[in-house]
T-cell receptor
Framework: AQSVSQHNHHVILSEAASLELGCNYSYGGTVNLFWYVQYPGQHLQLLLKYFSGDPLVKGIKGFEAEFIKSKFSFNLRKPSVQWSDTAEYFC????????????FGTGTRLKVLA | DVKVTQSSRYLVKRTGEKVFLECVQDMDHENMFWYRQDPGLGLRLIYFSYDVKMKEKGDIPEGYSVSREKKERFSLILESASTNQTSMYLCATFPSGAYYEQYFGPGTRLTVT
């Protein structure tokens, strides 16, 4: 069955700490990969995406993610978090063909302490 | 910029009422989606539409129906609202083609009492 796993449900970090959020997927065929972020009271917005090419993808606000095909993973990283990164983060996968349905992970709530 | 609007940010309805949630996009996108977002469950797909008058069931369609009479508008209908449909409802849109991301509306927080 198609699925996306985010193993960290809640993460608490101090400002300037490094961040890595895990995302593993189970999906047949070629995939597109996404990280979305939802800041408190705001709508979901795209953080970064991977379609093809360089497996290290850079997104907005200093975030990056690495696609490791052999591990079916697309982990999100940031070397130094800020209080304003407090949000919920969602990993998502879609197929490159067919109906382009997305499968979302259950989300990771990140709290950054000032 | 893609703009996706939803008819209400907050809605309170009674059990058994018929509820309409509307989503409008201004970018001529073919594909539109309705999700519900619940704590610890992430986003779950209710229905999606890839063209006017076309619809497909998502993963949790029970208790819901949809309507897409015009390309820019996608409505989610709760035929008889129940308390377990209390949730945040998100609309999303994106154009045809494999290499695009979805754009989300602000969401409607529905409470059924």
């Amino acid at each position: 069955a198609q699925s996306v796993s985010q193993h960290n449900h809640h993460v608490i970090l101090s400002e300037a700490a490094s961040l890595e959020l895990g995302c593993n997927y189970s999906y047949g065929g070629t995939v597109n990969l996404f990280w979305y972020v939802q800041y408190p009271g705001q709508h979901l917005q795209l953080l970064l995406k991977y379609f093809s090419g360089d497996p290290l993808v850079k997104g907005i606000k200093g975030f990056e993610a690495e696609f490791i095909k052999s591990k079916f993973s697309f982990n999100l990283r940031k070397p130094s978090v800020q209080w304003s990164d407090t949000a919920e983060y969602f990993c998502a996968v879609s197929s490159t063909s067919g109906t382009y349905k997305y499968i979302f992970g259950t989300g990771t709530r990140l709290k950054v302490l000032a | 910029d893609v703009k996706v609007t939803q008819s209400s940010r907050y809605l309170v309805k009674r059990t058994g009422e018929k509820v309409f949630l509307e989503c409008v996009q201004d970018m001529d996108h073919e594909n539109m989606f309705w999700y519900r977002q619940d704590p610890g469950l992430g986003l779950r797909l209710i229905y999606f539409s890839y063209d006017v008058k076309m619809k497909e069931k998502g993963d949790i369609p029970e208790g819901y129906s949809v309507s897409r009479e015009k390309k820019e508008r996608f409505s989610l209908i709760l035929e008889s609202a129940s308390t377990n449909q209390t949730s945040m409802y998100l609309c999303a849109t994106f154009p045809s083609g494999a290499y695009y991301e979805q754009y989300f509306g602000p969401g409607t927080r529905l409470t059924v009492t």
